[in-house]
């Protein structure tokens, strides 16, 4: 397990929030104090043209690159949100099409599909959790289940209708779990992730040069440009892995509706 993905399941987003932005604010007010300290010229603002130009044009540039980064993740968390709640819906369709079939077929096929969500939610997600994403036992389960429907002959047109739309469904619940696991698997780029965090350490340290009087001013405008950086870049941090973390997608739509059976007793 990575450092990113141990911090994520390990402290609260709370808890992050306080050290990644806290920490951000208090190491560029100290610095910004050092620096003034060794170079008290700094004060007069005797560059304070050249460098508001070059911080305006980096800090807009950058702040287009972070928007763009968490839209993009934040697009990324409900994209698997709805896989989820696809997959488990057509789970739950399966289980509600198996009442039309005779006994014995429906109780195969309830064995099946109550073996894949307590598989998926009990196996499946802590390995997502932990960036290990499987197949699993789920493939054994989902197997069973194209068996039993593969084995039944529908009678009448009422079971074929149901059967069609069984079969439908199951094939759609293995065609999200793939959509799953592709989407647990995935990260940030590692060039953007130095993008995004190498550019605070270059938009941060430039709001050191901007010379002010008052230190008091001065330190209010650094701590808040490294305030605004630091919370933007938790926000790619927690929102970078999407079954990890406090804002993970929750595996609860496999214990509701239809599917809250297999969870009884």
């Known amino acids: 397990m990575s450092l990113s993905l141990w911090l994520l399941n390990h402290f609260s987003t709370f808890t992050l929030a306080v050290v990644a932005v806290g920490g951000t604010v208090l190491l560029a007010v100290a610095g910004s104090v050092l620096l003034r300290r060794r170079y008290p010229s700094l004060a007069r603002g005797e560059h304070n043209d050249m460098v508001g130009v070059t911080l305006g044009m980096f800090g807009a540039i950058y702040g287009i690159?972070?928007?763009?980064?968490?839209?993009?993740?934040?697009?990324?968390?409900?994209?698997?949100?709805?896989?989820?709640?696809?997959?488990?819906?057509?789970?739950?369709?399966?289980?509600?099409?198996?009442?039309?079939?005779?006994a014995s077929v429906r109780t195969d096929l309830d064995a099946a599909m109550s073996g894949y969500v307590h598989t998926v939610v009990e196996e499946q997600?802590?390995?997502?959790?932990?960036?290990?994403?499987?197949?699993?036992?789920?493939?054994?389960?989902?197997?069973?289940?194209?068996?039993?429907?593969?084995?039944?002959?529908?009678?009448?047109?009422?079971?074929?209708?149901?059967?069609?739309?069984?079969?439908?469904?199951?094939?759609?619940?293995?065609?999200?779990?793939?959509?799953?696991?592709?989407?647990?698997?995935?990260?940030?780029?590692?060039?953007?992730?130095?993008?995004?965090?190498?550019?605070?350490?270059?938009?941060?340290?430039?709001?050191?040069?901007?010379?002010?009087?008052?230190?008091?001013?001065?330190?209010?405008?650094?701590?808040?440009?490294?305030g605004l950086v630091g919370f933007s870049l938790l926000l790619v941090f927690v929102l970078d892995r999407p079954f990890s973390g406090d804002l993970s997608v929750s595996p609860a739509p496999y214990r509701e509706g239809a599917l809250a059976q297999y969870w009884t007793g």
């Not at 036992?137 to 289940?145: K, R, S």
Request: hydrophobic share 50%; net charge neutral.
């Open 125 to 226: 997600w802590p390995l997502m959790r932990a960036g290990n994403p499987s197949y699993g036992a789920t493939e054994t389960h989902l197997q069973t289940a194209f068996q039993v429907l593969q084995a039944y002959d529908p009678k009448g047109q009422a079971e074929q209708v149901f059967y069609q739309q069984a079969v439908d469904h199951l094939d759609d619940v293995a065609s999200q779990r793939r959509a799953r696991i592709t989407m647990a698997r995935q990260e940030l780029p590692p060039l953007l992730q130095a993008l995004a965090f190498g550019g605070a350490l270059v938009l941060i340290p430039l709001t050191f040069l901007y010379g002010l009087r008052k230190l008091r001013v001065q330190m209010l405008f650094v701590g808040s440009v490294a």
């Open 65 to 102: 690159i972070l928007a763009f980064v968490i839209v993009t993740l934040w697009t990324q968390l409900e994209a698997s949100q709805t896989i989820v709640a696809s997959e488990a819906s057509d789970a739950a369709l399966i289980t509600r099409d198996a009442t039309a079939f005779p």
